[in-house]
Every structure is written in structure tokens, then in C-alpha cells.
């Protein structure tokens, strides 16, 4: 019994850190929600912008500022992930924002602004989240090799307080046996083997 107790704080601690990692994972699996959730919100009122600059130019795509609110066209924009997509928001917002004040798409602006300053929370929590997630991933390899540590010695221990009773000791600590190698087939000196046809 006296040699289980020296397994038991190695595993507790194993324990507390795998709670802990999966606690920052779940919280990463949050962030991550709220964060796609703005890059939905930003995706989809750039959508709307397009549609409406369609109608302000009269579905001609070669327009000058079509082109220079959407260089890639219609889906460019959807390809784009992360700092990405968040440098095209802020290059389109600089395009409405050099348009004269009386033009139909700037009301867009003001929802755009927005919407990039809605964003930049769920990024932070984010990569918060992934951060903390590294520190106890981290913590946990750290316990858990401290845990074989701990089953190892107890393995030794357990060997040395019963040597003679090997069959009690491999039930609970099989021995770990090396794999036997593959004899590869040795050709004979001076002979090759066939040559592929």
C-alpha cells in the first residue's frame, strides 16, 4: 500500500493539469466562436457594400471605384482570413472615407468603423485563449512526465521489495520487450539480384 502512495501526488497533479488544459481549451473553443462571429459580421456587411456598389455603378465591374473597393471581384473577399481580411476592412474604410460626404456608399462607413472596432476584442480574447491553452499544455507534459517518473520508480521499488517474485511484479509491470528485426535476405558475394524488367 505504502508504495501506491508514491504514485498518488504524480497522478493528482497529472490530473489538475489535464483539467486545466482542457479548461483553456474549451476556453479557446469560445474565443474562437465569438471571433468567427465577427468575421461574419465584417464578411457580411462587406456583402452588402458590394451589392450596393454594384447598383451605384450599374453592375459595371471594370467601374473605377468598383475596382478600387473590390480588386478581387466578388469572392476575393471571402478568401481572405485573419489580419488579412482585417487590412482589406481598413483599406476599404480609407477608400469610403476619401469619397465626398454626400456619396450613397459612405453611409456604409460608419457600420464598417464599427465593426472593426467590434472586432478587435474577440481577436485579443482569442489570442488570449490560445495563449493561456500553450501554458497549460505545457504544465501538463511537464506532469505528466513526472508521472512515468513517479511509475517508474515505483516499478523499481516494487522490484526491489519483492526480487524473487518476478510473475507478481511483470503482472502489474510487464517488461517492455524490443522488437525482433526483420533479417533482411543476404545475397551471396559476387551474385546481384535480377534487374526489374
Given at each position: 500500500m505504502k508504495l501506491i502512495l508514491m504514485l498518488k501526488p504524480a497522478q493528482e497533479k497529472l490530473k489538475a493539469a489535464q483539467k486545466a488544459w482542457n479548461d483553456a481549451d474549451d476556453a479557446v473553443i469560445d474565443a474562437q466562436a465569438d471571433y468567427d462571429q465577427a468575421v461574419y459580421l465584417v464578411l457580411t456587411a462587406l456583402g452588402r457594400l458590394q451589392l450596393e456598389t454594384m447598383v451605384v455603378v450599374g453592375r459595371d465591374f471594370e467601374n473605377a471605384l468598383f475596382r478600387t473597393l473590390f480588386p478581387q471581384g466578388l469572392t476575393g473577399l471571402k478568401k481572405k482570413k485573419g489580419n488579412e481580411l482585417r487590412e482589406e476592412l481598413m483599406r476599404i474604410i480609407s477608400v469610403l472615407r476619401s469619397l465626398a460626404q454626400s456619396h450613397p456608399l459612405v453611409e456604409h462607413l460608419k457600420s464598417l468603423v464599427e465593426l472593426e472596432k467590434a472586432w478587435a476584442a474577440p481577436t485579443r480574447m482569442l489570442e488570449e485563449a490560445k495563449v493561456k491553452r500553450a501554458a497549460a499544455e505545457s504544465t501538463m507534459r511537464g506532469a505528466r512526465e513526472k508521472w512515468m517518473d513517479a511509475y517508474d520508480a515505483l516499478a523499481g521499488a516494487l522490484r526491489q521489495e519483492f526480487p524473487r517474485n518476478r510473475g507478481f511484479v511483470n503482472a502489474f509491470f510487464p517488461p517492455v520487450r524490443a522488437?525482433?528485426?526483420?533479417?533482411?535476405?543476404?545475397?551471396?558475394?559476387?551474385?546481384?539480384?535480377?534487374?526489374?524488367?
Open positions: 522488437e525482433k528485426k526483420k533479417e533482411e535476405k543476404q545475397q551471396p558475394a559476387g551474385k546481384t539480384a535480377p534487374a526489374a524488367a
